[in-house]
């Protein structure tokens, strides 16, 4: 390895110049720039580097905490609206069946109602069904007894002679007069 006077100002160029000179090799010159432009900032420029590491770091920890907060705070977020949305889904199960309870009862009702209101039509029919049933066996005797008594007319007419009629009207004198005798 090379010593820093040798990088500075090689060895061959002390033969030929025989003094201190410039050392025109760009590579050489520029590592010896780098190195000392490193030094002076290393030197020079060591606190402000920590204090912007320090403040990175700081700013990287209270991002961090921040994080943790907000974690927390959605993961507590996240508890409730879970717990908020179990008991919503109770709440619509209660309702749910709730309504289906009510549907049910109404369903029943409406078939109930529809029942009593067929039964009251059956009753209806059959209490009209009776009363022309009643109507018309009325009308019959009355066309039977109508005509009963004008075929009984007819045949009184023709049996009835002026001495069978003399003879009926004394017996039912003789029968007012046996009852008028036995009220007195």
Do not use: C
């Amino acid at each position: 390895m090379r010593s820093l006077s040798e990088i500075i100002a090689p060895s061959s160029y002390w033969t030929l110049a025989g003094t201190i000179g410039l050392n025109t090799n760009i590579f050489e010159i520029n590592l010896i720039n780098l190195i000392l432009v490193l030094g002076i900032l290393f030197y020079y420029g060591k606190g402000v580097l920590i204090n912007l590491l320090e403040n990175r770091e700081r700013t990287i920890l209270n991002t961090i905490q921040d994080a943790e907060e907000r974690h927390k705070e959605a993961t507590e977020k996240l508890q409730r609206a879970r717990l908020r949305l179990q008991q919503a889904e109770m709440k619509a199960d209660e309702i749910r069946i709730i309504g289906l309870t009510k549907m049910d009862r109404e369903r029943r009702d409406l078939v109930d109602a529809a029942d009593n209101d067929l039964r009251e039509l059956e009753e209806s029919k059959n209490y009209a069904i009776r009363f022309e049933k009643q109507r018309a066996i009325e009308q019959v005797r009355q066309q039977v007894s109508r005509l009963a008594s004008e075929r009984a007319f007819e045949s009184l007419n023709g049996r009835l002679t002026n001495e069978f009629q003399l003879r009926m009207i004394d017996y039912h004198i003789g029968l007012l007069r046996a009852m008028a005798n036995k009220s007195t």
